[in-house]
């Protein structure tokens, strides 16, 4: 069974780009989240998806930040225009529905964002 | 809101010592707890978890942990450290409200990065 993959794993910026982070989560995980570890800091939950809607996105920064899903498949998630305090580690993860607590998240190796 | 405390930033052990990290959580009820584990390059990997039943819960690569409800703890422990266990190691927990949609969304703590010494 093949990961969840997650592309680039690096990506150096400058402030006021716009960067696009990708997200292919396992086949069949309907359940697809974005998390970011600022450096020195907790890894924090960003958003959620169910298949293609978004179910929680309380904890997106920003309007800077958009994520889609489109098809229910792989998630992108652009950061536009990016600012210095975007520079971090965004991890994206997957899991089944249906079996609440019991289904375990699957983690990308993340993508190591940097902004200059 | 729930919360989760890992006091310790860096520790070092030697190989073959046992290892203790510190977990501390914060939420008006009995969470469900974790522990994942991030070697250099790789994602998150779920070590073991808490549930409930029986507060001493097994995982992979020989760790445990016990949930102390009187503590608010959920210490991670291994008899005798491996070489390969040189990693950084995250406490989490999920609210039992925090089921939406069947998901999982985890409040994680800063992380401990261990060090072994050869």
């Known amino acids: 069974e093949a990961g969840v993959t997650q592309f680039p794993s690096h990506s150096v910026i400058e402030k006021g780009q716009t960067v696009t982070l990708r997200c292919d989560p396992i086949?069949?995980?309907?359940?697809l989240y974005w998390y970011r570890r600022v450096m020195g800091k907790e890894i924090k939950f960003l958003l959620h998806?169910?298949?293609?809607?978004?179910?929680?996105e309380s904890g997106m920064p920003n309007n800077r930040f958009l994520a889609e899903r489109t098809g229910g498949t792989y998630s992108t998630l652009k950061v536009q225009p990016a600012e210095l305090e975007d520079s971090g580690v965004y991890f994206c993860?997957?899991?089944?529905?249906?079996?609440?607590?019991?289904?375990?998240?699957?983690f990308g190796n993340g993508t190591r964002l940097t902004v200059t | 809101a729930q919360s989760v405390t890992q006091p310790d930033i860096h520790i070092t052990v030697s190989e073959g010592a046992s290892l203790e990290l510190r977990c501390n959580y914060s939420?008006?009820?009995?969470?469900?707890l974790f522990w994942y584990v991030q070697s250099p390059g790789q994602g998150l990997q779920l070590l073991l978890k808490?549930?409930?039943?029986?507060?001493l819960v097994q995982g992979i690569k020989g760790f445990e942990a016990e949930f102390k409800r009187s503590q608010s703890s959920f210490n991670l422990r291994k008899p005798s450290v491996h070489w390969s266990d040189a990693a950084e190691y995250f406490c989490?927990?999920?609210?039992?409200?925090?089921?939406?949609?069947?998901?999982?969304?985890?409040?994680f703590g800063t992380g401990t990065q261990l060090k072994v010494e050869l």
């Open positions: 939420y008006g009820a009995t969470p469900y």
């Open positions: 086949s069949g995980h309907d359940n």
């Open positions: 993860a997957s899991s089944q529905v249906g079996q609440g607590v019991n289904s375990p998240l699957h």
């Open positions: 998806f169910v298949k293609e809607s978004k179910q929680d």
């Open positions: 808490y549930f409930s039943g029986d507060t």
């Open positions: 989490a927990v999920l609210g039992r409200g925090g089921l939406t949609g069947g998901g999982n969304k985890l409040t």
